[in-house]
Nanobody, 124 residues
């Protein structure tokens, strides 16, 4: 049984930081590229970042480039998203998603396995 356990969301002030984690069981992440997506209130799900199967390549949406860092530990089967200099526009539910592919893709339809989401609110 495939299970994703996401954690680390919460309320943070603008300019603050949060670290999201996605712990996966039932899959061996060494074969999976893993992306983070987010859905802001009233909007669709947008791609945020991706780390490749072998952990040797990362990609970011322009809106988070330079502020967010994603990493994957294939031995621990976990993925993290370190978020710095958070802005109110980063407020959203954040989801990790995985698919068997070497390199990163940003299209939602490419991913078969999804976490349940964790809420991030950036507000003063």
């Amino acid at each position: 049984q495939v299970q994703f356990v996401e954690s680390g969301g919460g309320l943070v002030q603008p300019g603050g930081s949060l670290r999201l984690s996605c712990s996966v069981s039932g899959l061996r992440l060494e074969f999976y590229a893993v992306s983070w997506f987010r859905r802001a209130p009233g909007k669709g799900r947008d791609w945020v970042s991706c780390v490749s199967a072998r952990e040797d390549n990362t990609r970011y949406a322009d809106s988070v480039k330079g502020r967010f860092t994603t990493s994957k530990d294939n031995e621990a089967n976990t993925v993290t998203l370190q978020m710095e200099r958070l802005e109110p526009g980063d407020t959203a539910d954040y989801y990790c998603a995985a698919e068997v592919m070497g390199e990163c893709e940003s299209a939602i339809d490419e991913y078969s396995y999804w976490g349940q989401g964790t809420q991030v609110t950036v507000s003063s």
